[in-house]
């Protein structure tokens, strides 16, 4: 009912910069919180950036002041425009959103994207 679609992911050297989008699709009654989330090999996912609908955002402090989040509400699309990487950044992305569907608008579910890969190398 709900597919989140991502794009943007790649090698980059130390130092780049890289924009991943993710747009939301299908039944969609209304957006809450959008998020990107990463996973390193052997290690937990974490979660990376988050926005609300309202634009309050949070980041997590190993990205601040690098990375942004940022929502064009009218395409259902949540970017995350990555500066300064390093490899410690390195990590699959997914994309993560709290969505209200059109047959069940009391209720909030969770959907994630197939994530993307980033490898910050030289």
């Known amino acids: 009912q709900v597919q989140l679609v991502e794009s943007g992911g790649g090698l980059v050297q130390p130092g780049g910069s890289l924009r991943l989008s993710c747009a939301a699709s299908?039944?969609?009654?209304?957006?809450?919180?959008m998020a990107w989330y990463r996973q390193a090999p052997g290690k937990e996912r974490e979660r990376v950036a988050s926005i609300t609908s309202g634009g309050t955002t949070i980041y997590a402090d190993s990205v601040k002041g690098r990375f942004t989040i940022s929502t064009d509400n009218a395409k259902n699309t949540v970017y995350l425009q990555m500066d300064s990487l390093t490899p410690e950044d390195t990590a699959v992305y997914y994309c993560?959103?709290?969505?209200?569907?059109?047959?069940?608008?009391?209720?909030?579910?969770?959907?994630w994207g197939q994530g993307t890969q980033i490898t910050v190398s030289s």
């Open positions: 993560n959103a709290d969505i209200t569907i059109l047959r069940y608008r009391s209720t909030m579910f969770e959907y």
């Open positions: 299908g039944s969609i009654f209304s957006i809450n919180t």
